[in-house]
């Protein structure tokens, strides 16, 4: 296959090295640093004690690398709805594309589901062009189970985990689902094919979304939060919340908050992404993890006053420290109010 990745950091290495080393034609669309290296030296990853590496074709111009017969999208959410455009000559009619990233993505309710009908979500494609440059028959959904880092650019460590859920939108077992799926195992990976990746996506943000944006502003990692009864009881109340919305969005979650969160605590004294991210100076996915949820509970006129002062705590925390761009936080402010009102 030939394989386009954009965003060249951990996840993504951590994908492309794999499949290069399967002899897929892999493309990188990156920047700066990372790019330079993966000229120069190519793709490292360590992982399992090892370190490979893998040639791979990069540039910082899509139309560079042309048409792929897939497109993985590894990038942060803020970064997309401006990066979607610059994607388009990556992208053939039979393309599939794949965003890998964390919350609700912009095409989750773009084909309805429950009680809500097809509708753009604002708070991550603000303008549309997300939706307007990748189509949304050519979507194949997906959720991550891993963690990994840079080393340095173009030096990827894996962490843990090696499982990949990939699904259709629409539920569908396809041909077109199983030959990627295929591909990824032979490259390594533990995937499933789900007839079901809109629940499996909110059922990862449940488990997320409370731990990532307390853990950036307190700076404490996830023990610390579960071992505070108060912060613990906050973290339940906004899980309450978020199935009381998957519930009328055909994503109900039936498992108790306090036994996800016992998972959860099973893990350790373990630093989230986001909370790396500000560690790191990265702009936060506020809008992928909490302002989207808010939205679609505003179109179902569901109350979430937990869900509603965590997300504008950490907006104004971010916005404080630099980390939410003013031109996103006044596209939120104004979204949020319009929810409101």
Same mark, same amino acid.
């Given at each position: 296959?030939?394989?386009?990745?954009?965003?060249?950091?951990?996840?993504?290495?951590?994908?492309?090295?794999?499949?290069?080393?399967?002899?897929?034609?892999?493309?990188?669309?990156?920047?700066?640093?990372?790019?330079d290296a993966l000229k120069e030296r190519g793709w490292r990853l360590d992982i399992d004690g090892e370190t490979l590496s893998a040639r791979v074709t990069a540039s910082d111009d899509a139309a560079d690398l042309g048409m792929q017969d897939v497109v993985l999208i590894t990038v942060k959410g803020p =970064?997309?709805?401006?990066?979607?455009?610059?994607?388009?000559?990556?992208?053939?009619?039979?393309?599939?594309?794949?965003? #890998?990233?964390?919350?609700?993505?912009?095409?989750?309710?773009?084909?309805?589901?429950?009680?809500?009908?097809?509708?753009?979500?604002?708070?991550?494609?603000?303008?549309?062009?997300?939706?307007?440059?990748?189509p949304y028959g050519q979507i194949i959904g997906n959720v991550v189970h891993a963690a990994a880092g840079v080393q340095a650019p173009g030096h990827v460590v894996h962490k843990a985990g090696n499982r990949l859920i990939f699904g259709e939108p629409s539920g569908r077992l396809t041909t077109r689902l199983?030959?990627?799926?295929?591909?990824?195992?032979?490259?390594?990976?533990?995937?499933?094919?789900?007839?079901?990746?809109?629940?499996?996506?909110?059922?990862?943000?449940?488990?997320?979304?409370?731990?990532?944006?307390?853990?950036? #502003?307190?700076?404490?990692?996830?023990?610390?939060?579960?071992?505070?009864?108060?912060?613990?009881?906050?973290?339940?109340?906004?899980?309450?919340?978020?199935?009381?919305?998957?519930?009328?969005?055909?994503?109900?979650?039936?498992?108790?908050?306090?036994?996800?969160? =016992?998972?959860?605590?099973?893990?350790?004294?373990?630093?989230?992404?986001?909370?790396?991210?500000?560690?790191?100076?990265?702009?936060?996915?506020?809008?992928?993890?909490?302002?989207?949820?808010?939205?679609?509970?505003?179109?179902?006129?569901?109350?979430?006053?937990?869900?509603?002062?965590?997300?504008?705590?950490?907006?104004?925390?971010?916005?404080?420290?630099?980390?939410?761009?003013?031109?996103?936080?006044?596209?939120?402010?104004?979204?949020?109010?319009?929810?409101?009102?």
């Amino acid at each position: 296959m030939r394989i386009g990745i954009v965003g060249a950091g951990a996840i993504g290495g951590w994908l492309g090295v794999r499949l290069a080393r399967r002899r897929h034609e892999v493309s990188v669309l990156a920047r700066g640093q990372t790019l330079d290296a993966l000229k120069e030296r190519g793709w490292r990853l360590d992982i399992d004690g090892e370190t490979l590496s893998a040639r791979v074709t990069a540039s910082d111009d899509a139309a560079d690398l042309g048409m792929q017969d897939v497109v993985l999208i590894t990038v942060k959410g803020p =970064a997309l709805p401006a990066l979607a455009p610059l994607i388009v000559p990556m992208i053939g009619p039979t393309t599939l594309v794949v965003p #890998m990233m964390n919350g609700v993505p912009w095409w989750f309710h773009q084909g309805g589901g429950g009680e809500l009908p097809p509708t753009q979500l604002r708070s991550v494609d603000p303008d549309g062009a997300i939706a307007a440059a990748l189509p949304y028959g050519q979507i194949i959904g997906n959720v991550v189970h891993a963690a990994a880092g840079v080393q340095a650019p173009g030096h990827v460590v894996h962490k843990a985990g090696n499982r990949l859920i990939f699904g259709e939108p629409s539920g569908r077992l396809t041909t077109r689902l199983d030959q990627l799926c295929t591909a990824f195992e032979d490259a390594g990976f533990v995937t499933e094919r789900s007839e079901r990746i809109r629940y499996d996506i909110w059922y990862k943000l449940w488990g997320n979304m409370t731990m990532n944006p307390i853990s950036a #502003m307190t700076g404490a990692t996830c023990d610390k939060i579960l071992d505070d009864p108060l912060v613990a009881g906050l973290v339940l109340q906004v899980m309450a919340e978020a199935q009381m919305i998957g519930a009328r969005i055909g994503c109900a979650i039936t498992e108790r908050g306090v036994d996800r969160n =016992a998972v959860t605590r099973q893990l350790g004294a373990f630093k989230t992404s986001m909370l790396q991210d500000v560690e790191a100076g990265r702009p936060l996915e506020i809008d992928q993890l909490l302002s989207a949820p808010r939205e679609i509970a505003g179109k179902l006129g569901i109350e979430t006053p937990m869900l509603d002062a965590l997300t504008a705590l950490t907006r104004l925390f971010a916005q404080q420290n630099g980390l939410y761009p003013e031109q996103t936080a006044s596209r939120a402010s104004r979204h949020l109010f319009a929810v409101e009102a």
